[in-house]
């Protein structure tokens, strides 16, 4: 029996094999063609700006430590890839949320073999906006009191070393937290009873969340591992009792 931390990696795998199959190509397809047009208006902002940005984390140093500045510069790129890596994820799931949502739905049809869910329309795609945003929002609450403590982290001086390791677990952690809420949310499991169970499966939530994250930094293959990374965590939430969360809600 494998590792609970090597159960995780394995969803994501299995969920990009289902996101290519022709019945859920269409809640594929939309949520794909409005992320590649983000991502690439995004990646040439950010290839204008990303030696400033560099420039404006990275220490100031004396001149007898300057040799240490070719040795912690690749790391503020790090620091920086990650926060546009942060940013571009962010905007691209709330704006998708309601696609993502549909999408984990279609997907636990296929697991599962029955359909418990509303049959597709493009009302009920309108209807779930309000609920998919406001659950996008609580995650927002979530992320960004964490998120703007690192932040300032990041620019301390000589502490910001550590600020590089500290964003990579806590984006590891919060790739778990955003697409196993999808079906979570469409069980209606509240937020905090949602993290409570992510806890209870902490290895497996963070070997998913890690290759998620992985997959999710390569420039073109993130916007095709989104959608897989919603099967992949809705697969997670069946084969791991997600549904048992909500008998016995803790």
């Known amino acids: 029996m494998p590792a ?8 994501l795998g299995e969920g990009l094999k289902l996101v290519l199959r022709p019945g859920l190509r269409l809640f594929v397809l939309l949520p794909l063609t409005v992320n590649l047009l983000l991502f690439a208006a995004l990646i040439g902002f950010a290839i204008q700006e990303f030696s400033g940005w560099v420039d ?4 100031t140093l004396p ?5 240490l500045q070719y040795l912690i510069w690749p790391l503020f790129v790090l620091l920086v890839l990650v926060l546009v890596f942060f940013t571009f994820t962010l905007l691209a799931n709330i704006i998708a949320a309601p696609f993502n949502g549909f999408l984990a ?3 636990e049809v296929v697991v599962r073999g029955t359909d418990d869910f509303p049959a597709f329309s493009w009302g009920e795609l309108l209807a779930m906006i309000p609920r998919t945003m406001g659950r996008e929002m609580r995650k927002l609450a979530y992320f960004l009191p964490r998120a703007g403590a690192l932040l300032i982290l990041s620019f301390v001086p000589g502490v910001n070393l550590l600020a590089t ?7 590891i952690w919060m790739m778990a937290v955003q697409y196993i809420d999808y079906p979570a949310d469409n069980h209606k499991l509240g937020w905090n009873e949602m993290l409570a ?3 209870q499966k902490r290895w497996q939530s963070l070997g998913f969340g890690g290759i998620t994250y992985l ?5 073109f293959v993130n916007v095709v591992m989104m959608p897989a990374a919603v099967a992949g965590a809705t697969l997670f939430w069946v084969r791991e009792g997600g549904d048992k969360q909500l008998a016995d809600p803790r």
Do not use: H
């Open 4 to 11: 609970p931390a090597l159960t995780g990696p394995q969803y």
């Open 56 to 59: 404006a984390l990275m220490p």
């Open 63 to 67: 001149d007898w430590l300057g040799f």
């Open 105 to 107: 739905e279609k997907v």
């Open 165 to 171: 390791p500290l964003w990579i677990i806590f984006g």
């Open 197 to 199: 169970w992510l806890r």
């Open 215 to 219: 997959a999710l930094m390569i420039p």
